[in-house]
Each structure stands twice: as C-alpha cells, then as structure tokens.
C-alpha cells in the first residue's frame, strides 16, 4: 500500500501503536532501518577520508575535527528543534524524504570542493538534512509497535548506525584507496536518493489511520520544554546522553587516523577489520541488550535507566584499555567487548527518553537530545579530541593522539552515574 498525499497535520495523536499487521511493522521498520544506514555512512564516512583530505589541503588536526565534528553538528543541532516540531504535528515520511535527499545531495556536493572552507560548508549542508532524520524516526517507531517491544524495534533500529559505520569504513577505506576522497563522497551520496524514493512512497503516518478523539492536545513549544524541564529524568537523561555523545563521538571519529598514524595499520585494514569488529559489538550489543532490557524492565521500570548505567560503567574498562594497548589484535580484542556494552546501553537510554517525555512532545524531546548530544557532543567532542592531539603531539610525537582519545573515551563513567541517577527520579516521571 502506498502512502497518500495530504498536507501536514495540524494536531498530534495519542500514543497508540499503529493499526496496522505484524508484517507492515516490518516494512515499515525495514524502510527506517535504510534510511538510518544511509544517515550513518554519509557521516562517518569523513573519518577515513581524513588524512587523504589534510594531505590534499594541508590542514591541522583541530581543523579536521572541526570538518568530522563541528561543521556537521552545527546546523544539525540548531535545525533539529524546529524539525522535530513539525514532526511532532506533521507528516513524518514526507519530512524523512524531503531530508533524506538533501544529505544525499549536500554529500555528492563535497567532492565537489576545491578548498578546505568548501568542503567545511558543504558538510554543513549534509548536517543540515540529517537533521530530519532521527527524531522522526523514533517517534514513528514508537507508533508503529507497542510498549513491550519498543525497546527492541528501537535497538533494531539503532543497528542501522552500526550497518552504516560499516559500510563507511570498509567500502570508503577501499573506495579511498582506490579511487581518491572525491570519488568515494558521490558513491556514498547517490544511493540515498533511491533509499527516499521508498520513504516517500512507503511510510505511512499513523496518525491519518487511528481516532482523533484524543487529538487536538497539541503544545506550543514554550509548554513542551517547561514539562520536559519539570522531569528530573529526563533532564538527567539529557545530560548523560550529552556527555556520551563528546566522549563516544570526540575518541571514535578519530579511530581510524589513530590506527594508521599510532599504530602503523594500513587504511585497508583499518576499514576491513576495524569495521567488521565494530559492527559484530553493535549488532550483538544493540540486539540483546534490548531483549534483556525488555525483561528487565517488567521486573521493575527503573531498569530502563539501571541497564544503560550498569552498560556505560563496564564499557569505560575495555574502551580505555584499547588505546593503550600496541598490538593491533589486542585493540580488536578490547574494542569489541567495549563496542557490545556500549551499544547494550544506548538504545535502553533512548527507550527511557520516550517513556518520560510523553506522547505530544517525542520528536521534541528526541532532538533536544540530539542538539545538546550533537552540539556540545559530535561539534565539541572531536574539535576538543583534535586540539588535545595537536598539543600533546608538539612535546610526545604521534602518541599525542593516543592519549587525547583515551583522555575523552574515559568520559562514560561519568555518563554512567547521571544514568543512574535518573533511575531514582524515573517512576515518578514516566508518561505514556
């Protein structure tokens, strides 16, 4: 069945799943799992483009964090507020499309570059449309399945990342070394529009198929923040989320250099068995921490804060131990462990955001999570990692960026404890 055309909505629905059979729940969830991959590999992708890219234009380590980090959460973040308002009352597959085409865009429009600030503009672009992607997203899987298993279809769904970093290690570390960081940004670029052909002509808006009787309770966004700032869970939530966000984005962007400058690791196995690894701890992490967490959480509902604490505390070990470690296998080794704890932990955290910030407000509360996580997380966190380097390196060599990334990764313990502490406010702050 094909989507129909109308103008956005006016007013937001009630928090029921989707009427729709078990078998369109996973289309529909399969088709998000696509343009999940497509966001993930034309963002990641910059990392093993990076050396080839400050050869090419003689630039600093700070200024390619700025190029991986900053320029891309830029306008990401200041874009996602307004975007996810308009999810919250709109028509969520058109705007999942309409961004969709302009990252792919904004992407191919990078190769294009014959300067450092093009470039840095052009990936701008691509943080633009990709503000359109996750928060929608969410809240559709939210509608889409019911309360029991949104943890899974919201783990499932985060191993879209996973396949997406993937494919931007392995196919661009080739693609680089064998084509150049130009040729390598189009193919990425190009397949994205085909994948929002399909979101255009496949993702339904549930809330053209359910009751209105409940409707009309839209919020402005004044309401939205001030009840979202009265839950101590959330707020808490928020920032655990946002210190991850800098220690996961500002140590993990800069993997790959890190391998091939400290630890003298060819860039084609970098992206072959660094990705391969990375991806086996997110798909087993994301799968089975959401199927535990799940029976956790019947036990007793503080759990959907509890697990991602307990997950963010244990990865903090192995993902410290890797950067210390000069045998590449032993990296392996450790980075997957770490890879699995981690990714156990995050989808449960995104699943305690959605049953503290109430139906009316989803999308809202997702990107206020992006734009603290992406801004001062994805834009900080790599620009903070880079300076870190560039100064270490001055007085230790290449080793510079190996305790720069170990200083931030260290950062998960922190996160781990203000998880906990929303565990403690959570029950009082659930809303469906």
């Given at each position: ?125 691509v943080g633009a449309g990709e503000a ?18 949104r943890a899974r279809a919201i783990a ?183 890879g699995m704890l981690l990714n156990a ?88």
């Amino acid at each position: 069945m094909a989507r129909t055309t109308s103008k956005p909505l006016g007013a937001s629905a009630t928090a029921a799943p989707m009427e729709c059979g078990h078998p369109r729940r996973w289309l529909l969830l399969a088709i998000l799992f696509l343009v999940g991959t497509s966001s993930a590999t034309d963002r990641v992708v910059i990392s093993v483009l990076l050396d080839p890219i400050k050869r090419e234009f003689g630039v600093s380590d700070m200024q390619l964090g700025l190029l991986s980090g900053m320029s891309f959460a830029l306008l990401y973040s200041v874009l996602g507020l307004p975007i996810a308002r308009w999810a919250d009352r709109g028509d969520r597959g058109w705007l999942i499309t309409i961004a969709l085409s302009v990252w792919s865009g904004m992407t191919v429009a990078c190769a294009a570059a014959t300067g450092f600030w093009q470039l840095l503009i052009a990936r701008i672009g691509v943080g633009a449309g990709e503000a359109g992607a996750t928060p929608p997203a969410q809240a559709l899987l939210v509608d889409y399945f019911p309360a029991d298993f949104r943890a899974r279809a919201i783990a499932i769904f985060a191993t879209s990342g996973t396949v997406g970093y993937l494919l931007g290690l392995t196919v661009g570390s080739q693609l680089v070394s064998h084509f150049g960081w130009r040729e390598t940004l189009v193919a990425f670029g190009l397949p994205g529009f085909l994948i929002a052909a399909l979101a255009y002509g496949f993702l339904d808006e549930p809330r053209r198929t359910r009751s209105t009787t409940q409707a009309n309770t839209t919020e402005d966004f004044r309401t939205s923040l001030r009840r979202l700032a009265a839950k101590p869970a959330f707020v808490r939530l928020l920032v655990g989320l946002t210190i991850y966000n800098f220690a996961a984005y500002g140590a993990l962007l800069f993997v790959p250099t890190y391998l091939t400058r400290v630890l003298g690791v060819p860039v084609r196995d970098v992206g072959l068995l660094y990705g391969l690894t990375t991806a086996l701890g997110v798909l087993l992490g994301s799968v089975a921490g959401g199927w535990l967490c799940d029976a956790l959480v019947r036990r007793d509902k503080r759990w959907i804060a509890w697990f991602p604490a307990a997950g963010f505390a244990l990865a903090t070990v192995p993902d410290s131990l890797m950067f210390l470690s000069d045998d590449f296998s032993s990296f392996l080794w450790l980075s997957l462990l770490g890879g699995m704890l981690l990714n156990a932990a995050l989808p449960a955290a995104f699943a305690a955001v959605h049953a503290v910030c109430g139906n009316a407000r989803r999308a809202t509360a997702i990107a206020l999570v992006l734009f603290t996580g992406n801004l001062l997380g994805f834009g900080l966190g790599p620009t903070v990692t880079g300076l870190l380097s560039d100064m270490w390196s001055s007085h230790i060599g290449v080793d510079g960026l190996r305790y720069a990334v170990l200083a931030v990764m260290a950062l998960t313990l922190p996160t781990a404890a203000v998880m906990y502490s929303a565990a403690r406010a959570l029950p009082a702050d659930i809303e469906a």
